[in-house]
């Protein structure tokens, strides 16, 4: 390399020129490279660009479908983003089973009888209602009391001495969606909800868990493969629906209440054993005839009853003395004196003041009863005996040794 300005030659590292002490020029070099360098960055560009072009325009197609296809994964990016706190689930959870609660109420009946009362629910389009043996037994109409306290006429169409389940037909329910049914078994542990009239609180609804399976009872009937549940059912519980907390579907009957000390809880006939039973008096409906000796009753049916309501059983209690007395005065029971000379009443006899009989005394008179008094007091005493020891309250039966 020579110096720009005395054209002596530069030696390689020299900085300056050794015979005028011009500095060296790099500057032209320098540029040069820069421009090689620019030159060379535009043609990559271009290059890419022109490549960019020719697949837009060679294969629109795909391109389309890859736009399309990153569409949702965006959206999907964009809903995560909104996702709802977790403490709003227990918010709907809670009001879908308030839900299931309202949608119920128009399905569930209360079923009255002159000697009590119960509850029912509509099993199939046609009116057709399900209820409990042991609320009908003895009837072949009943009434049936809705949501809304209107009353209407049902007949009895169905009814087991086996099963304890009755089914009702109420025409003015005819058109009336009934419930929607579960006849696979529940699992313990499911959460249910009863529905009835306990104690005759009509549109009573009560939350709780199936707690046992498959238990087998004898109590007038035979109940087996038994629902066992904490939620609460009273007197007047009995034929209202047990449905599944979550679904709404009816999955068993109502029908016995264990009272042990401190707790109690309840048994559901589960429906879907008891299904092809009802289905077949849908089928083939029993008439008013074999619906009234279903049981073979004497001519007053009187039958003890678990889970009726326990001011009725004290109303016939009542009621049948009170009948019996007036009976009994009506129709003052003689006796002849040992010499047959005069009649008198024995209730004359012994209703002096103060006077006391020994036990000699009270063997010397004479009672007179007639067969179907006596019969009707065997048949009174022994179903009041049975409410006794069921209830654990000899109050039945006191006043009647």
Known sequence: MYCSNCGSKLEDNAQFCSSCGQQKNRKKSSARIWLIIGIFATLLTAGAVGIGIFQVLSHPAEIAKQEAESKPQQAAEAVKKVFTPATSNSKQAEKEKTQIIKE??????????????????????????????????????????????????????????????????????????????????SEIGSEVIAIGSPQGLENSASIGYLTGTDRDVEYDFVYEALYQIDAQIDLGSSGGPLLDGKTGKVIGINSLLYTPKNTSFG?????????????????????????????????????????????????????????????????ENQYEDSYGAEEYSYEKEISTEDQSYSEENWESYEFSYDEETLTNFILSFRDYYEEALYFEDFYYIQDML
């Open 104 to 185: 119920s109420m128009p399905k569930v009946f209360t079923v009255l009888t002159a000697e009590g009362l119960g509850s029912g629910f509509l099993y199939e389009k046609g009116g057709y209602i399900v209820t409990n043996a042991h609320v009908v037994a003895g009837y072949t109409d009943v009434i049936v009391k809705n949501h809304n306290g209107q009353e209407s006429p049902a007949r009895v169409v169905g009814i087991s001495i086996y099963s304890d389940v009755a089914l009702l037909k109420a025409e003015n329910y005819a058109q009336s969606s009934p419930f929607s049914l579960e006849l696979e078994q």
């Open 267 to 331: 048994f559901s006939i589960p429906l879907y054993t008891v299904a092809e039973l009802i289905n077949s008096w849908i089928s083939n409906p029993m008439n008013e005839t074999e619906v009234a000796t279903a049981f073979n009753s004497n001519d007053e049916f009187l039958y003890s009853d678990p889970s009726a309501e326990e001011e009725a059983y004290s109303d016939e209690y009542e009621e049948f003395w009170n009948n019996y007395y007036e009976n009994y005065s009506s129709n």
